[in-house]
Structures are given as structure tokens and as C-alpha cells.
């Protein structure tokens, strides 16, 4: 369980700018907004560059690299190696307080490959990864935000610190709760996260339909032996792994219906005619919170150790990642949404309206184009307590992301930015289609404008800080307390993916981009924009 000192809570504030009037920081908005336009080519060259990279979780070297390499010319020290992950990196400027941190993931999808602007099925290479996530987009915009904050700063003399660090892995949950675990927060005052989606938003409060998971992999140990001669003197694994599979499939109509459970066989043996001696399933749990993603974990065990029984063979396993339900900051919320309505959607062309509209009818799904309205800002209302039938139910469920470990030990929030078309299923390669387009680079703009001006806020107004620190301690964490669910041997799984991006890597060398000879990743791909069958 962490802990917030006496001390820290004092120091969180202890920076103030002197009056800082509303006038005043209009015009630094105004300012930071034409730098940001003024820095599109740069933005557009960092997504393109990263996209072409398409490197999967632990293993994004080069994408590493390159952002570091950046950071570091813009004047960032940076520490590279964080929690023990090779990957990982805080790059830092600036002095004093505010301490403000701003992250966003770099990893890609398996078998996601995909030229961008083409609304169909096209992979670059066949069975490669591939940024069917959008993963590409969000350190670009950062790192463009963090740059015209640094010169307003510079300019006009206000204190703080900036940092910013890449979420390692995201796709695995591998990374963040090590971070935590690190003390990568420990002084930071609010921490701003960037995730790529098709419009414009961030949630206040705890995130609905969301859920928080445990990683484990499972490896059963049994006996070799011929299939045929002699099957009675083997003890197969893989019918171990098998027993768990089944185990599950009954009990999946005995939990929440907001629960998940779902697995990967990563080990199924080696060939039909020898017993398999060793087998491995990888399993997700997720759930609402804390409680019930333990019991869905103590049920694998269970399961785990019931199917070893079985078989007469032995189980071990790993914790491979983990991620808390994200519960998300309503003031630092309220003042980004604000900023967002300032800022408005980009004007998007009639190509990236034909593009996203042939995506979708290419994903079965309504023609309706880019989104052209900001949705509301919903606040929730912390005297509303839930019904005993939602509390039995649970919420619907949905996906998990790692920041969640983040935001409960920090005032956090997420903001969503409009790089992406509405038309992909997720985790897909019709959701890297717009990716490399002038849609992600239109969306990264608009993003990086709100990210900035949120920025500004923070460092301009100590009220706010101290209003994030309030909801997070009386509101957020007065009746739930952050637990790790790392156990104090876990280490982060950076061998992960290293095995993929051996064999795809050399491939796909070819088609990183080269900004120095093409203007877009387009014009290298020879692709015309947008590419309609």
C-alpha cells in the first residue's frame, strides 16, 4: 500500500507563479497555439517515423531511441533504463515546482501491419506488426506540447519541471505499475497522459467502462514419452492446460458480467508423436477493481493446481503485467475539457472524410465520417451510491490500460485526441489504417494544442493543483487504497517479443521512413492519398 506523506502533500502546492492574470494567460494560449501550428511538419515527421517502425512491446528500440534523440536536442536530460526496462526513459526540464508529467505508450499490435491511407486489408508485410493501435501518435504530440510549453516558460520565467517517459509495452500491461513501483511519481504534482482515439474527450472520475487485470502465464510440467508405443508413461501438459481451458469455459457463467477471462496458449508442445512434457497458457483477468481481479486470480490458481492434479503434472507461474482500474482527476478533467472546446476539432478534409468513410464500409460499419462535435464533459456525482444490483452485476467491462496504477498515486488524466477513424474493432489493422495520414497528424496538432495549454494551467494556477490534491484525497482515495498487485519478486517481462521482432525487424528495416528524401510516409509507400479501391 502506498502512502501519501504529511510533507509531500504541502510541497505538491508550494510553487506559486505570483498573479498570473486571465488576460495574461490567453495570450500564452494564443502563443502556444501558433507555435504548435507552427511545428505541424515536425509533429507530421515524428508520427510518420514511429509508425514505420512498428515495434512491439520491450522491444521498441528504435522508436526509443529516435524520441530520446529528440528530447535530448530540445534540451531534456534524460535517464534511460527507468524500473529496469531497456526501453523506458524520463526525459526532464526545467526546475522547481510544478512537477508535471506527461506520458504516452510506443508500442504496436501483432500481425498488424498496414499501409496507411488505404481503407482495406493491405499489409506492408505480411504477418509483421504494425501500429493497429495508434501508439505512434502520442509521444509525438507530448514532446510537440512540451516544446512550445518549455519556450513560454523560458520566456516568460515560471517555474516547474516537465517530464516525460514513454508507456513500455502498454499492449501487455508491462510497464507502469513498475514505474510506480520505482518512484517515478513520487514528486510529481500531476501527471497528463495521451491516448490516441477518434475524437476529442477525457474522462472525469472513475473510468466506466474500463476495467483493471492481472497477466499471469501458467507452465505445466509433465512427462515426455512416444504417443503411440508407450502414451501411458507420459503425463501431458498440454492436457493440463487443456483441463484449465475447460475449467474456465464453465465457470465463465458463474462470475460478474463485467469480468473477463481470456487466454493464449503460448506452448502446446512440439510434435504429435511425443507427449508433450511442457506447456504454458497465458490468461488475463480483468474486473472493476482490486477485490474482484484477486478473486479471478485466485480462481486460475485454483484451476491451475486442480488441472496439475489431474494429469499428474506440477504448475508454476509468472506474473507477466498488471494495470489498476483508472479512476482520473475531475478538476485537472474540467479544465482540460475547457481547453478542448477552445481548441475545437481540426477542419478535416473532404480525402479524410472519403477515407474514413470507405474504412467504414469496409468494416461494415454506419458511413458517418470523422467526428465533427466534442461530446460532453460527464462529471460524476460522488453523493450517488450504487444500487445493490449494480453492485452485485458490476460494470459492463471493456478494456484495461496501466495507467490506471498511475492515477492512484497521482491526480491523472487521459486525454483522448481525434488521430484515428471510427470504423476499427481495436487491436486491429483497420485501426492503423489513418495512422501515418494527414488525419493522425491533424489529430496529433489539436491534441498537442490542448495538452499544452493544459500545461500552462497548471503551472499559472496553484489552485488547480491543489483543488487535483483535494477530489484525490477526499474524494477519490478516501475509501480505496492503492495495493500493487506486483509481488515483490515480479520483474518486468522484457524478454517479451523479442523473438517477433528478430524475424520481422530485418524485413521491415526497409520501409522505415526517411524524412530527409520523402516529404510524407505516403510519398515513400507511393501510396496517393486517400488510396479508394
Known amino acids: 500500500m502506498l502512502k501519501l506523506l ?7 502546492c508550494a510553487f506559486a507563479q505570483g498573479q498570473v492574470s486571465s488576460q495574461r494567460i490567453a495570450g500564452m494560449k494564443a502563443d502556444l497555439a501558433g507555435q504548435i501550428d507552427g511545428m505541424k511538419k515536425q509533429a507530421q515527421v515524428m508520427t510518420d517515423t514511429v509508425f514505420s517502425f512498428g515495434e512491439l ?35 526532464s526540464w526545467g526546475r522547481g515546482k510544478p512537477v508535471i508529467s506527461l506520458g504516452s505508450d ?114 505445466f510440467k509433465g512427462e515426455s514419452a512416444h504417443a503411440a508405443g508407450a502414451p501411458w508413461r507420459g503425463r501431458s501438459a498440454l492436457d493440463a492446460v487443456e483441463l484449465m481451458d475447460i475449467g474456465w469455459s464453465f465457470r465463465r457463467e458463474h462470475i460478474r458480467i463485467g469480468a473477463r477471462v481470456h487466454r493464449v496458449i503460448t506452448n502446446g508442445g512440439d510434435q504429435p508423436n511425443v507427449v508433450p512434457p511442457n506447456a504454458s497458457v497465458w490468461y488475463y483477468f480483468r474486473e472493476a477493481d482490486y ?79 470523422l467526428a465533427t462535435k466534442i461530446p460532453e464533459l460527464n462529471v460524476p456525482d460522488p453523493t450517488v451510491e450504487l444500487t445493490p444490483a449494480e453492485i452485485n452485476v458490476g460494470p459492463p467491462g471493456g478494456g484495461s490500460d496501466d495507467i490506471g496504477d498511475v492515477s492512484w498515486v497521482v491526480p491523472t488524466v487521459t486525454l483522448r485526441y481525434p488521430s484515428d477513424i471510427p470504423a476499427g474493432p481495436g487491436h486491429n489493422w483497420a485501426n492503423g489504417v489513418a495512422m501515418a495520414t494527414p488525419i493522425a497528424h491533424q489529430g496529433v496538432i489539436a491534441g498537442a494544442k490542448v495538452q499544452a495549454m493544459t500545461i500552462l494551467d497548471i503551472l499559472t494556477q496553484p489552485e488547480l493543483v491543489q483543488k487535483a490534491w483535494d477530489y484525490f484525497r477526499n474524494v477519490q482515495t478516501k475509501d480505496t487504497q492503492y495495493h500493487s498487485f506486483l509481488r515483490p519478486d515480479d520483474e518486468p517481462a522484457i524478454w517479451m517479443n523479442q523473438k517477433t521482432m528478430d524475424e520481422y525487424r530485418p524485413k521491415m528495416k526497409p520501409f522505415y521512413y526517411d524524412s530527409a528524401k520523402f516529404d510524407t510516409y505516403l510519398d515513400q509507400l507511393g501510396i496517393k492519398y486517400p488510396a479508394l479501391k
Open 57 to 91: 512491446g520491450f522491444q521498441e528500440v528504435e522508436t526509443s531511441k529516435y524520441l530520446i534523440g529528440i528530447l535530448e536536442k530540445e534540451g531534456f536530460t534524460v535517464e534511460r533504463g527507468v524500473a529496469g526496462i531497456p526501453t523506458a526513459f524520463v526525459a
Open 291 to 369: 477485490e474482484h481481479i484477486m478473486a479471478l486470480w485466485n480462481i486460475g490458481d485454483d484451476m491451475a493446481k486442480a488441472a496439475a492434479l489431474m494429469t499428474n503434472t506440477t504448475v508454476t507461474s509468472r506474473l507477466l503485467g498488471s494495470a489498476w482500474p483508472a479512476h482520473f482527476s475531475v478538476p485537472i478533467a474540467e479544465d482540460m475539457y475547457a481547453n478542448m472546446k477552445a481548441v475545437g476539432l481540426p477542419h478535416w478534409s473532404d480525402d479524410d472524410q472519403k477515407l474514413a468513410k470507405a474504412l467504414q464500409n469496409d468494416q461494415k460499419q454506419p458511413e458517418k465520417g
Open 6 to 12: 504529511p510533507i509531500f502533500l504541502l510541497t505538491a
Open 106 to 219: 510506443i508500442d504496436d499490435i501483432p500481425q498488424a501491419s498496414q499501409r496507411p491511407g488505404v481503407p482495406y486489408h493491405s499489409p506492408m508485410i505480411e504477418g509483421a506488426p504494425g501500429h493497429g493501435e495508434g501508439h505512434n501518435t502520442g509521444m509525438p504530440l507530448n514532446i510537440i506540447a512540451a516544446i512550445a510549453v518549455k519556450k513560454v516558460m523560458e520566456r516568460e520565467h515560471l517555474s516547474g519541471t516537465i517530464r516525460l517517459w514513454p508507456g513500455v509495452a502498454e499492449e501487455v500491461l508491462g510497464s507502469k505499475a513498475f514505474y510506480v513501483r520505482a518512484g517515478m511519481f513520487r514528486d510529481v504534482d500531476i501527471a497528463l497522459f495521451a491516448h490516441v482515439a477518434n475524437n476529442l474527450s477525457v474522462t472525469a472520475g472513475p473510468a466506466t467502462y474500463a476495467t483493471g487485470l492481472v497477466s499471469v502465464e501458467y507452465s
